[in-house]
């Protein structure tokens, strides 16, 4: 059998400037993420370019000498052994730019530029699975190159420009004003699909709801935090786990395991990341609405980064922006096992559940911990739960099943007259079973 073949990834530099009010700390986290983002575009960045300044450039985003710099680093990079001698191919800029700071600094530099923003829509581009997740995307995606039209137009040369009018009243529609009135049409098309597709996704969850009960669980966080490792874990369910950047676009949603009683539903969402586009905000927002029908947020926050208080800030705001920011939650420090050795460790819980006295701390790939916060989460729906005698004559033993499949039983007696059942469960159920019963008697 022939070795696998890796794929070799496109190379790339990293350009960012530093704004006064931003600290240090803050600004290598933002480039790491950046870093990460290029990775999961597939590219390889071999350098990263610093500029502190008080204000972005006007022009080009970054100051001359900078821009000089880069250029420079470009055109040598066919002759640079950290780079096989390969080209590279882009300059990723940890900010969103205008479209003219875009074009200037692409002609400058010598290769195509791609700014926050396109990095993370293309991101999404390549990933949406789903009819509705692929809507939502492309609409963000044509938001973003709409107001981009007129500089790729001067690019293109005078051609791109003007068409010819016709009927003898001037000039004609622009290739750019044509191109944006299809913007806006298409765009149009898009939003009507997705006002179709969010009102049967609606009824879809209502006759789960009606089936289920109201135990949903929503994971939530920062993206490459762990949810889906989680997810895999608390319901053993073979979901995509990849050590990339907004993996999971789609929501899935799969049934707690071992169940429980009552049964929980649990929905893993895109992950957040600092700095979204507030178009993809808007537009995922009806892949986040998981979140808001969920009666519990398990917060999924990576305890070994450095920079988990951004995490918190960035997730709390993303869920106050969709609505989210009411629903109960649970805190859950993942990847303790990523923090040094066990005294690492240790020390690291210690802190954690002092600043935060009811978060969980754990790694979703030990058993024992995954088995701890799955009673955090039955606990948390058995909070309301009644507990009540049924008792079920011989003459309708058939209907155990419905005890057991609706209540958790937590003692079974007999009589000459037929079996007793001290059982625990959601007040409606019990009732219900309760009459049930009482008919057959």
Do not use: W
């Given at each position: 059998m022939p070795?696998?073949?890796?794929?070799?990834?496109?190379?790339?530099?990293?350009?960012?400037?530093q704004l006064p009010s931003v600290s240090d700390v803050e600004f290598e986290a933002s480039l790491a993420e950046l870093r990460d983002l290029a990775k999961t575009l597939g590219f390889k960045v071999i350098?990263?370019?610093?500029?502190?300044?008080?204000?972005?450039?006007?022009?080009?985003?970054?100051?001359?000498?900078?821009?000089e710099e880069i250029r420079d680093f470009v055109n040598g990079s066919e002759t640079d052994e950290a780079n096989d001698g390969g080209p590279i191919e882009a300059v990723f800029v940890d900010h969103e730019i205008s479209p003219s700071q875009?074009?200037?600094?692409?002609?400058?530099?010598?290769?195509?530029?791609?700014?926050?923003?396109?990095?993370?829509?293309?991101?999404f581009h390549r990933n949406a699975r789903s009819r509705a997740a692929r809507a939502q995307v492309e609409i963000a995606r044509l938001g973003y190159l709409a107001p981009r039209l007129r500089e790729l137009a001067k690019l293109a040369g005078p051609q791109g420009r003007q068409r010819s009018g016709t009927g003898g009243r001037g000039a004609g529609e622009s290739h750019t004003e044509l191109d944006k009135r299809k913007i806006r049409d298409r765009i149009a098309e898009l939003q009507q699909?997705?006002?179709a597709m969010d009102v049967e996704r609606k009824t879809q969850r209502a006759r789960r709801q009606d089936r289920q009960g109201g135990a949903n669980v929503a994971l939530v966080g920062y993206t490459n935090a762990g949810k889906s490792t989680l997810m895999r874990a608390l319901t053993g369910s073979e979901v995509l786990v990849a050590d990339k950047l907004f993996a999971t676009l789609?929501?899935?949603?799969?049934?707690?395991?071992?169940?429980?009683?009552?049964?929980?539903?649990?929905?893993?969402?895109?992950?957040?990341?600092?700095?979204?586009?507030?178009?993809?905000v808007a537009s995922f927002k009806s892949t986040l609405e998981e979140a808001l029908d969920a009666s519990?947020?398990?917060?999924?926050?990576?305890?070994?980064?450095?920079?988990?208080?951004?995490?918190?800030?960035?997730?709390?705001q993303v869920l106050a922006e969709i609505g989210a920011g009411e629903v109960p939650r649970l805190r859950v420090f993942n990847k303790i096992d990523h923090v040094g050795d066990a005294t690492a460790q240790a020390e690291c819980t210690a802190a954690l559940r002092a600043h935060y006295p009811d978060c969980i701390v754990m790694s979703a790939r030990r058993p024992d911990d995954v088995v701890r916060l799955h009673k955090a989460i039955v606990a948390f729906f058995q909070r309301d739960?009644?507990?009540?005698e049924l008792f079920l004559p011989w003459s309708a033993q058939q209907l155990r099943k419905d005890i057991y499949a609706n209540c958790e039983v937590m003692q079974e007696r007999a009589d000459d007259e037929g079996a007793f059942f001290h059982v625990r469960g959601e007040s409606d159920t019990v009732n219900r079973l309760s009459e049930q019963f009482s008919r057959v008697r």
């Open positions: 070795p696998e073949v890796k794929e070799k990834l496109r190379t790339a530099v990293v350009a960012a400037v350098q990263t370019f610093i500029q502190k300044r008080g204000a972005f450039d006007a022009a080009a985003y970054l100051g001359v000498g900078k821009r875009a074009r200037n600094l692409e002609t400058e530099v010598g290769c195509e530029v791609m700014d926050r923003t396109m990095v993370i829509l293309e991101i699909d997705i006002v789609d929501t899935t949603v799969r049934a707690l395991h071992p169940e429980s009683v009552p049964r929980v539903l649990i929905s893993d969402t895109v992950g957040f990341i600092k700095n979204l586009p507030h178009g993809l519990l947020l398990l917060h999924v926050i990576d305890a070994s980064d450095p920079g988990f208080e951004r995490q918190l800030e960035v997730t709390n739960l009644v507990e009540a």
